[in-house]
Every structure is written in C-alpha cells, then in structure tokens.
C-alpha cells in the first residue's frame, strides 16, 4: 500500500511540475518578479484557464496524498 501511494505521489509531483511550467511559459522573469504590471489585470481565457485550473487541482490532490502518505506511514 505504501510503495503504491509513493509512487502515485511521485507521478502527481512530475505532472504537477510539468503543469507549472507549462503555465509560465509564456510569462517573462520580469512578470514574475513584479516588473510587468500588464500582467496585474488580466483575464484568464480557453486554454490558459483551464490550465490554471488544473494546477490547482493537481496541487490539491498532491497535497491530500501527502497527507495520507504521512498517516499511513
């Protein structure tokens, strides 16, 4: 049971990971460090919503895992 919720959580991190860079590829480091304030008041649309929701989501599940992997363990 154990080594099931391991690796479930291992694979939940890498697409997690993977979803977190799919989502600031198209934001420059500037964006990210505060220095582009276009970006403040913009809407999330089609694709880009649903990938932010999304990461939510698999952010969600990867924390509930962690929890029950800590309990169980």
Do not use: P
Request: charged residues 10%; glycine residues 10%.
């Amino acid at each position: 049971m154990q080594t099931a919720l391991n690796l479930v959580t291992i694979l939940v991190s890498v697409v997690l990971t993977l979803v977190i860079l799919l989502q600031t590829k198209g934001s420059s480091f500037s964006g990210a460090f505060g220095g582009d304030a276009g970006g403040i008041n913009r809407t999330r649309r089609g694709v880009e919503k649903t990938l932010f929701q999304f990461t939510i989501a698999a952010a969600v599940v990867f924390v509930l895992l962690a929890m029950v992997s800590s309990l169980v363990g």
